[in-house]
């Protein structure tokens, strides 16, 4: 694994996050590009690596967000790697598994992000209804999600991997 | 594409994985409202951060704003809120005779009364929401132009011309502050009706009414006109426009009155304007 081109990935996702998709909204209900990140982490790579890279994804949201430091954090990383346990025995030949584990994964994450900041005593039920934030999160996500699976294998394998494939297994 | 399998829950996993999730809860019992030993830090990296922030403005603006002149706007649209916005206007004008009439009237009763005039500094806002959660907005003026945290900010109306309340100032960085939009659950201000009525408006959420409390008054109803009241230790200075009654409902055996108001400000202005008034403390 090249963390270089993960924290590239995260860098990337957070700068399309915040400049391009938090400026289309449906009822309120925005995209969440690094929720994503969190649930293809959890798929392509594992629950370890899929913990790693949604606290990465989750951490670095929160530094941009006015929400608690730490609450996108906790809420990505426990979606990273319960997508990466949850998914570890599928076959994932099927064109259709990245699309339908990113609509689940992040679905699931947005619900959990509710209910952790209502928690914590945030307004995250009071804005947009949850159901479309949910739908609108998922959709998006199910469109996004071969780019961010590609990006992933893309940092899954780094220089010495690629000298000796048989190791990056 | 054949994917090999992968390593699945390990001890090592585990460790990891307890590890991160005792960071983040770290990181949010540090950073707890009213305490903030992080916010140099979440300054600092959201300081670096701001080059590629700027970086992606520029280059993805003018696809925010193709995608808006495509499906936001058309010319009947157009129209339909100009002539709205023309009714809103002098609607919004004869309501304001009314309360300058009461205003009069009262101030001939209270000699030392005085409407104090506020300074403001113009700011842009660099940011709205960036998820679906978040109810605030980031504007490129910080504690260097004066800002303090609970200022009163406000910008122009949604409909017709002249200004209205937007929010309050709730985080302070030296080069950019956080607006907290008067929509929010815990925001509350001082209202006054054009028939001299006070209560409070509270909001409700995105999207939501304000819900006005407080007012008995038995003809208010929907259409009236609410500014701040400007009692004593508001952080809003008096007679800022705060948007008009939409709903009102009689009290029935066991549940109360309910007054909404929809807010007038435009939420998605680009510039606002704080009101440099020593917030109460």
């Not at chain 1, 949201?61 to 809420?75: Q, Y």
């Not at chain 1, 346990?85 to 339908?100: E, F, I, L």
């Not at chain 2, 922030?53 to 704003?65: D, Q, T, Y």
Request: no cysteine; proline share 5%; hydrophobic share 45%.
């Amino acid at each position: 694994m090249s963390w270089p081109r993960t924290a590239l990935i995260v860098l990337v996702a957070l700068v399309l996050q915040v400049t391009l998709l938090s400026r289309f909204s449906y009822e309120g209900a925005r995209p969440d590009l690094m929720i994503l990140l969190a649930v293809m982490a959890g798929f392509r790579l594992g629950p370890e690596r899929g913990a790693i890279v949604g606290f990465a994804a989750g951490v670095s949201f929160d530094i941009v967000l006015s929400t608690p430091l730490g609450l996108s954090a906790l809420v990505y990383t426990i979606i990273g790697y319960a997508v990466g346990a949850a998914t570890a025995g599928m076959v994932r030949t099927s064109r259709w598994a990245a699309p339908v584990v990113a609509a689940a994964g992040s679905a699931a994450g947005m619900l959990l992000y509710a209910l952790v900041g209502a928690v914590l005593g945030e307004p995250t039920l009071s804005g947009p209804s949850l159901a479309s934030i949910v739908v609108l999160v998922a959709a998006v996500n199910a469109v996004l999600a071969p780019l961010a699976s590609r990006a992933l294998v893309w940092a899954r394998t780094d220089e010495r991997d690629r000298r000796q494939p048989f190791l990056a297994r | 594409m054949a994917y090999s399998r992968r390593p699945s829950r390990t001890p090592r996993s585990r460790f990891t994985l307890a590890l991160l999730l005792l960071t983040a809860v770290t990181l949010l019992v540090l950073d707890l409202p009213g305490t903030g030993p992080l916010d140099p830090v979440r300054n600092a990296l959201g300081a670096a951060f701001r080059p590629f922030r700027a970086a992606g403005n520029a280059v993805f603006e003018p696809i925010s704003n193709g995608w808006k002149g495509a499906f936001g706007y058309d010319d009947l649209r157009d129209e339909n809120e100009q002539l709205k916005a023309q009714l809103e206007e002098r609607k919004s004008e004869e309501a304001d005779v009314k309360r300058l009439q009461q205003k009069v009237a009262d101030l001939s009763k209270i000699n030392d009364v005085r409407v104090e005039q506020q300074k403001t500094r113009v700011a842009e806002v660099v940011s709205g929401p960036l998820n679906s959660f978040e109810q605030t907005l980031e504007i490129d003026a910080g504690s260097s132009d004066g800002i303090k945290k609970g200022m009163a900010v406000i910008t122009g109306r949604a409909r017709g011309k002249g200004g209205a309340v937007l929010g309050r100032i709730s985080e302070v960085r030296s080069g950019s502050s956080t607006v907290q939009l008067l929509t929010e659950v815990d925001v509350s201000i001082g209202v006054r009706t054009q028939k001299g009525d006070i209560g409070t408006a509270t909001g409700q959420g995105q999207g939501k009414p304000l819900v006005i409390e407080s007012i008995d008054e038995p003809t208010l109803s929907p259409g009236d006109y609410l500014w701040t009241s400007g009692l004593d230790r508001s952080r809003f200075p008096a007679d800022l426009y705060v948007g008009r009654v939409t709903k009102v409902t009689k009290a029935v055996e066991g549940v109360e009155r309910v007054v909404e108001a929809e807010p007038a400000a435009d939420l998605t202005s680009r510039y606002v304007r704080v009101v440099l008034r020593e917030p109460p403390k």
